[in-house]
Protein backbone atom coordinates (compact mmCIF):
# COMPACT_ATOMS: atom_id res chain seq x y z
CA UNK A 1 0.00 0.00 0.00
CA UNK A 2 1.47 3.39 -0.86
CA UNK A 3 0.57 7.05 0.07
CA UNK A 4 0.15 9.19 -2.84
CA UNK A 5 0.03 13.13 -3.38
CA UNK A 6 -3.02 14.12 -4.61
CA UNK A 7 -3.00 17.68 -4.61
CA UNK A 8 0.02 20.49 -3.51
CA UNK A 9 -1.04 24.34 -3.04
CA UNK A 10 1.81 27.08 -2.15
CA UNK A 11 0.47 30.06 -1.82
CA UNK A 12 2.06 34.13 -0.45
CA UNK A 13 0.46 36.77 1.26
CA UNK A 14 -0.26 39.98 -0.69
CA UNK A 15 2.55 42.25 0.51
CA UNK A 16 5.13 42.23 -2.04
CA UNK A 17 9.10 42.98 -0.50
CA UNK A 18 11.54 43.97 -3.32
CA UNK A 19 15.07 43.10 -2.03
CA UNK A 20 15.69 46.51 -2.97
CA UNK A 21 12.98 47.96 -0.53
CA UNK A 22 13.91 45.48 2.37
CA UNK A 23 17.54 46.83 2.37
CA UNK A 24 16.21 50.56 2.19
CA UNK A 25 13.62 50.06 4.94
CA UNK A 26 16.22 48.10 7.12
CA UNK A 27 19.14 50.85 6.69
CA UNK A 28 16.79 53.63 7.76
CA UNK A 29 15.78 51.34 10.91
CA UNK A 30 18.98 49.50 11.67
CA UNK A 31 21.81 51.48 9.94
CA UNK A 32 21.57 54.41 13.00
CA UNK A 33 21.42 51.72 15.92
CA UNK A 34 24.14 49.01 14.67
CA UNK A 35 27.41 50.65 13.51
CA UNK A 36 28.42 47.38 11.50
CA UNK A 37 25.30 47.33 9.27
CA UNK A 38 27.08 49.07 6.21
CA UNK A 39 29.70 46.04 6.90
CA UNK A 40 26.72 43.23 6.82
CA UNK A 41 24.41 45.35 3.84
CA UNK A 42 26.08 43.95 0.98
CA UNK A 43 24.36 40.32 1.97
CA UNK A 44 21.34 41.88 1.05
CA UNK A 45 23.08 41.42 -2.86
CA UNK A 46 24.89 38.42 -2.91
CA UNK A 47 22.12 36.44 -0.84
CA UNK A 48 20.35 34.95 -4.19
CA UNK A 49 17.22 37.23 -2.79
CA UNK A 50 15.28 39.04 -5.33
CA UNK A 51 11.88 39.06 -4.00
CA UNK A 52 9.54 38.64 -0.79
CA UNK A 53 6.16 38.49 0.63
CA UNK A 54 4.92 39.86 3.76
CA UNK A 55 1.68 39.09 5.88
CA UNK A 56 1.56 43.29 6.65
CA UNK A 57 2.57 45.91 4.64
CA UNK A 58 5.88 47.47 5.04
CA UNK A 59 5.29 50.52 7.18
CA UNK A 60 3.99 48.21 10.22
CA UNK A 61 7.92 47.87 10.71
CA UNK A 62 8.59 51.30 11.02
CA UNK A 63 7.89 51.49 15.03
CA UNK A 64 8.93 49.11 17.32
CA UNK A 65 6.41 46.21 18.39
CA UNK A 66 5.74 44.03 21.20
CA UNK A 67 5.46 40.40 21.53
CA UNK A 68 1.44 40.25 21.96
CA UNK A 69 1.56 42.82 18.12
CA UNK A 70 3.92 40.73 16.72
CA UNK A 71 1.73 37.33 17.69
CA UNK A 72 -1.68 39.62 16.39
CA UNK A 73 -0.57 39.60 13.35
CA UNK A 74 0.57 36.00 12.86
CA UNK A 75 -2.91 35.06 13.70
CA UNK A 76 -4.56 36.99 11.06
CA UNK A 77 -1.75 35.99 8.65
CA UNK A 78 -1.27 32.89 9.07
CA UNK A 79 -5.14 32.03 9.38
CA UNK A 80 -5.84 33.60 6.14
CA UNK A 81 -2.38 31.74 4.46
CA UNK A 82 -3.81 28.23 5.81
CA UNK A 83 -7.19 28.65 4.15
CA UNK A 84 -6.38 29.72 0.58
CA UNK A 85 -3.27 27.09 0.46
CA UNK A 86 -5.25 24.06 2.09
CA UNK A 87 -8.04 25.21 -0.66
CA UNK A 88 -5.58 25.61 -3.41
CA UNK A 89 -4.10 22.12 -2.52
CA UNK A 90 -8.25 20.50 -2.29
CA UNK A 91 -8.81 22.33 -5.42
CA UNK A 92 -6.05 20.82 -7.11
CA UNK A 93 -7.09 17.13 -5.48
CA UNK A 94 -10.71 17.29 -6.67
CA UNK A 95 -12.03 17.52 -3.17
CA UNK A 96 -13.97 19.44 -1.06
CA UNK A 97 -12.75 20.21 2.82
CA UNK A 98 -15.53 18.25 4.63
CA UNK A 99 -14.18 14.94 2.79
CA UNK A 100 -10.74 15.75 5.25
CA UNK A 101 -10.28 12.98 7.42
CA UNK A 102 -6.77 14.72 9.46
CA UNK A 103 -5.67 17.69 9.18
CA UNK A 104 -1.32 18.04 10.52
CA UNK A 105 -0.68 21.97 10.72
CA UNK A 106 2.95 23.10 10.91
CA UNK A 107 3.64 26.18 12.16
CA UNK A 108 6.72 27.61 14.08
CA UNK A 109 6.04 31.83 14.32
CA UNK A 110 4.21 32.42 15.98
CA UNK A 111 1.59 30.66 18.95
CA UNK A 112 -2.05 30.03 18.26
CA UNK A 113 -4.33 28.17 21.08
CA UNK A 114 -6.97 27.12 19.38
CA UNK A 115 -4.59 26.20 16.58
CA UNK A 116 -4.58 27.51 13.04
CA UNK A 117 -6.53 24.58 11.61
CA UNK A 118 -9.68 25.53 13.98
CA UNK A 119 -9.72 29.09 13.52
CA UNK A 120 -9.80 28.23 9.70
CA UNK A 121 -12.37 25.22 10.69
CA UNK A 122 -15.65 27.69 9.79
CA UNK A 123 -14.25 29.39 6.99
CA UNK A 124 -13.20 25.98 5.14
CA UNK A 125 -15.62 23.48 6.01
CA UNK A 126 -14.22 20.91 7.73
CA UNK A 127 -16.42 18.51 9.27
CA UNK A 128 -16.63 18.63 13.27
CA UNK A 129 -14.83 15.05 13.78
CA UNK A 130 -11.87 16.14 11.79
CA UNK A 131 -8.64 14.91 13.46
CA UNK A 132 -6.64 17.62 14.19
CA UNK A 133 -2.56 17.31 14.64
CA UNK A 134 -0.68 21.02 15.45
CA UNK A 135 2.72 20.76 15.26
CA UNK A 136 5.39 23.32 16.54
CA UNK A 137 8.95 23.85 16.62
CA UNK A 138 10.27 22.07 13.58
CA UNK A 139 11.65 25.67 11.78
CA UNK A 140 12.94 24.83 8.53
CA UNK A 141 12.24 21.18 8.81
CA UNK A 142 8.82 21.37 9.17
CA UNK A 143 7.42 21.16 5.54
CA UNK A 144 9.56 17.89 4.74
CA UNK A 145 8.76 16.59 8.20
CA UNK A 146 5.08 17.16 8.22
CA UNK A 147 4.81 16.05 5.15
CA UNK A 148 6.14 12.63 6.65
CA UNK A 149 3.94 12.89 9.53
CA UNK A 150 1.15 12.97 6.78
CA UNK A 151 2.24 10.60 4.60
CA UNK A 152 2.14 7.80 7.89
CA UNK A 153 -1.07 9.11 8.93
CA UNK A 154 -2.93 8.05 5.55
CA UNK A 155 -1.15 4.93 5.62
CA UNK A 156 -2.70 4.37 9.13
CA UNK A 157 -6.04 4.86 8.39
CA UNK A 158 -6.17 3.37 4.67
CA UNK A 159 -8.74 5.52 2.44
CA UNK A 160 -8.93 8.50 4.72
CA UNK A 161 -7.43 11.83 3.30
CA UNK A 162 -5.10 13.63 5.28
CA UNK A 163 -4.40 17.61 4.73
CA UNK A 164 -1.23 18.58 5.66
CA UNK A 165 -0.68 23.20 5.72
CA UNK A 166 2.71 24.41 6.29
CA UNK A 167 2.45 28.11 7.31
CA UNK A 168 5.04 30.74 8.43
CA UNK A 169 5.51 34.17 8.79
CA UNK A 170 8.95 34.57 9.79
CA UNK A 171 9.26 38.30 8.87
CA UNK A 172 7.03 39.40 11.65
CA UNK A 173 10.39 38.50 14.10
CA UNK A 174 12.46 41.25 12.20
CA UNK A 175 13.84 43.63 15.43
CA UNK A 176 15.26 46.91 15.75
CA UNK A 177 16.05 46.18 19.49
CA UNK A 178 18.12 43.07 19.59
CA UNK A 179 21.60 44.13 17.43
CA UNK A 180 23.27 40.61 16.65
CA UNK A 181 24.10 39.55 12.85
CA UNK A 182 21.66 37.08 12.67
CA UNK A 183 18.82 39.28 12.93
CA UNK A 184 20.70 41.38 9.82
CA UNK A 185 20.80 38.42 7.96
CA UNK A 186 17.06 37.04 8.83
CA UNK A 187 16.09 40.60 7.55
CA UNK A 188 18.09 39.71 4.50
CA UNK A 189 16.71 36.22 3.59
CA UNK A 190 13.18 35.74 5.59
CA UNK A 191 9.68 35.78 4.08
CA UNK A 192 6.60 34.60 4.22
CA UNK A 193 4.44 31.94 2.75
CA UNK A 194 1.90 29.18 3.20
CA UNK A 195 2.02 25.42 1.69
CA UNK A 196 -0.47 22.62 2.07
CA UNK A 197 -0.51 19.17 0.33
CA UNK A 198 -3.35 16.76 0.16
CA UNK A 199 -2.83 12.69 1.17
CA UNK A 200 -4.62 9.44 0.56
CA UNK A 201 -3.82 5.74 -0.05
CA UNK A 202 -6.31 6.30 -2.70
CA UNK A 203 -6.09 7.93 -6.12
CA UNK A 204 -3.14 8.65 -8.27
CA UNK A 205 0.11 10.97 -7.76
CA UNK A 206 3.67 10.86 -6.42
CA UNK A 207 3.98 7.94 -4.12
CA UNK A 208 5.36 9.00 -0.56
CA UNK A 209 8.13 6.58 1.18
CA UNK A 210 8.28 6.67 5.15
CA UNK A 211 10.34 9.81 5.85
CA UNK A 212 13.47 10.16 8.15
CA UNK A 213 14.70 12.49 11.07
CA UNK A 214 18.58 12.50 11.88
CA UNK A 215 19.23 14.91 14.76
CA UNK A 216 23.11 15.78 15.96
CA UNK A 217 23.33 15.93 19.56
CA UNK A 218 24.65 19.11 21.39
CA UNK A 219 23.46 21.07 18.44
CA UNK A 220 20.67 23.39 20.26
CA UNK A 221 22.87 26.88 19.51
CA UNK A 222 22.99 26.06 15.49
CA UNK A 223 19.05 27.21 14.99
CA UNK A 224 16.08 28.06 16.46
CA UNK A 225 14.49 31.01 18.37
CA UNK A 226 14.99 33.11 21.40
CA UNK A 227 11.79 34.28 23.50
CA UNK A 228 11.67 37.06 25.33
CA UNK A 229 9.40 40.00 25.90
CA UNK A 230 9.52 41.80 22.71
CA UNK A 231 9.08 38.42 20.58
CA UNK A 232 11.13 35.48 18.39
CA UNK A 233 14.86 36.50 18.12
CA UNK A 234 16.51 34.32 15.58
CA UNK A 235 19.42 31.67 16.14
CA UNK A 236 21.47 31.26 12.94
CA UNK A 237 24.38 30.97 13.12
CA UNK A 238 27.31 31.23 10.82
CA UNK A 239 28.44 27.27 10.96
CA UNK A 240 25.53 25.93 9.40
CA UNK A 241 26.99 25.95 5.54
CA UNK A 242 30.19 24.35 6.94
CA UNK A 243 28.37 21.85 9.75
CA UNK A 244 26.62 20.86 6.61
CA UNK A 245 29.17 20.19 4.33
CA UNK A 246 31.02 17.70 7.06
CA UNK A 247 27.94 16.39 8.31
CA UNK A 248 25.18 16.17 5.66
CA UNK A 249 26.33 13.51 3.39
CA UNK A 250 26.31 10.68 6.01
CA UNK A 251 22.86 11.74 7.41
CA UNK A 252 21.57 11.45 3.65
CA UNK A 253 23.24 8.48 3.09
CA UNK A 254 21.57 6.79 6.03
CA UNK A 255 18.05 8.04 4.77
CA UNK A 256 18.80 6.85 1.92
CA UNK A 257 19.46 3.88 3.65
CA UNK A 258 16.43 3.46 5.60
CA UNK A 259 14.33 3.87 2.42
CA UNK A 260 16.15 1.11 0.99
CA UNK A 261 18.19 3.77 -1.70
CA UNK A 262 21.12 4.11 -2.82
CA UNK A 263 22.28 7.70 -4.04
CA UNK A 264 22.78 6.39 -7.55
CA UNK A 265 18.72 5.19 -7.12
CA UNK A 266 18.38 9.21 -6.91
CA UNK A 267 16.95 11.17 -10.15
CA UNK A 268 16.57 14.49 -7.88
CA UNK A 269 17.34 15.90 -4.68
CA UNK A 270 14.13 18.47 -3.62
CA UNK A 271 16.07 20.72 -0.92
CA UNK A 272 14.97 23.49 1.54
CA UNK A 273 16.96 26.75 0.49
CA UNK A 274 18.01 28.00 3.76
CA UNK A 275 20.56 30.38 1.78
CA UNK A 276 22.07 30.54 -1.62
CA UNK A 277 25.73 29.74 0.66
CA UNK A 278 23.52 26.50 1.97
CA UNK A 279 22.55 24.95 -1.23
CA UNK A 280 25.77 25.72 -2.49
CA UNK A 281 27.17 23.51 0.53
CA UNK A 282 24.12 21.01 -0.46
CA UNK A 283 25.55 20.36 -3.75
CA UNK A 284 28.95 19.67 -2.38
CA UNK A 285 27.89 17.39 0.33
CA UNK A 286 26.20 15.58 -2.07
CA UNK A 287 28.17 15.45 -4.62
CA UNK A 288 25.91 17.07 -7.08
CA UNK A 289 27.25 18.96 -9.82
CA UNK A 290 27.62 22.67 -9.30
CA UNK A 291 24.22 24.82 -9.77
CA UNK A 292 22.56 21.23 -10.06
CA UNK A 293 19.63 22.90 -7.94
CA UNK A 294 18.57 25.27 -9.76
CA UNK A 295 14.59 25.31 -8.46
CA UNK A 296 15.72 26.13 -5.09
CA UNK A 297 17.89 29.04 -5.95
CA UNK A 298 15.00 30.12 -8.29
CA UNK A 299 12.88 29.71 -5.38
CA UNK A 300 15.16 31.33 -2.74
CA UNK A 301 14.87 34.23 -5.36
CA UNK A 302 11.25 34.93 -6.03
CA UNK A 303 10.24 34.08 -1.87
CA UNK A 304 13.14 34.21 -0.05
CA UNK A 305 13.47 31.64 2.98
CA UNK A 306 9.67 30.96 3.89
CA UNK A 307 11.33 28.73 6.74
CA UNK A 308 8.79 25.08 7.00
CA UNK A 309 6.69 25.51 3.22
CA UNK A 310 9.66 26.99 1.07
CA UNK A 311 10.70 23.00 0.12
CA UNK A 312 7.50 22.40 -1.05
CA UNK A 313 7.52 25.28 -3.20
CA UNK A 314 10.46 24.08 -4.73
CA UNK A 315 8.61 20.32 -4.78
CA UNK A 316 5.88 22.23 -6.92
CA UNK A 317 8.20 24.11 -9.28
CA UNK A 318 10.00 20.88 -9.60
CA UNK A 319 6.48 18.81 -10.89
CA UNK A 320 5.53 21.48 -12.77
CA UNK A 321 8.89 21.28 -15.34
CA UNK A 322 7.67 17.81 -15.56
CA UNK A 323 10.38 15.88 -13.77
CA UNK A 324 10.20 12.25 -12.78
CA UNK A 325 11.82 9.59 -11.47
CA UNK A 326 13.05 8.94 -7.75
CA UNK A 327 12.96 12.28 -5.86
CA UNK A 328 14.35 12.44 -1.87
CA UNK A 329 12.95 15.72 -0.10
CA UNK A 330 15.52 17.25 2.26
CA UNK A 331 16.12 19.71 4.95
CA UNK A 332 17.32 21.39 7.82
CA UNK A 333 16.00 22.45 11.12
CA UNK A 334 16.28 23.39 14.95
CA UNK A 335 17.86 20.24 17.01
CA UNK A 336 19.67 20.89 14.77
CA UNK A 337 17.55 18.29 12.77
CA UNK A 338 17.80 16.76 9.26
CA UNK A 339 14.78 15.90 8.06
CA UNK A 340 14.26 13.40 4.58
CA UNK A 341 11.16 11.87 2.59
CA UNK A 342 11.10 9.73 -0.57
CA UNK A 343 9.24 10.89 -3.51
CA UNK A 344 8.44 9.17 -6.61
CA UNK A 345 6.88 10.65 -9.39
CA UNK A 346 5.66 8.33 -11.93
Request: hydrophobic share 45%; with cysteine.
Amino acid sequence: MTVSLLGLGCVTPPHVLPQTLAEETARSLLGPRYPEFERIAPSFQTAGVRTRYCAVPIDWFSDDKRWSDRNAAYLEGATALFTRAAQAALDKAGLTAGQIDTVVTVSTTGIATPSLEARAHAAMGFRPDIQRVPVFGLGCAGGVSGLALAQQLALAAPGSNVLMVAVETCSLSFRTDRMQKADIIATVLFGDGAAAAVLSTKGEGPQLGTGRQVLWPNTLQIMGWDVDDTGLGVVFDRSIPGFMTEHFAQAATQALDAAGLTATQIDRFVCHPGGAKVVTAIEGALDLPKGSLDAERDTLRDYGNMSAPTVLFVLERVLASGATGQMMLAALGPGFTASFLPVRVP
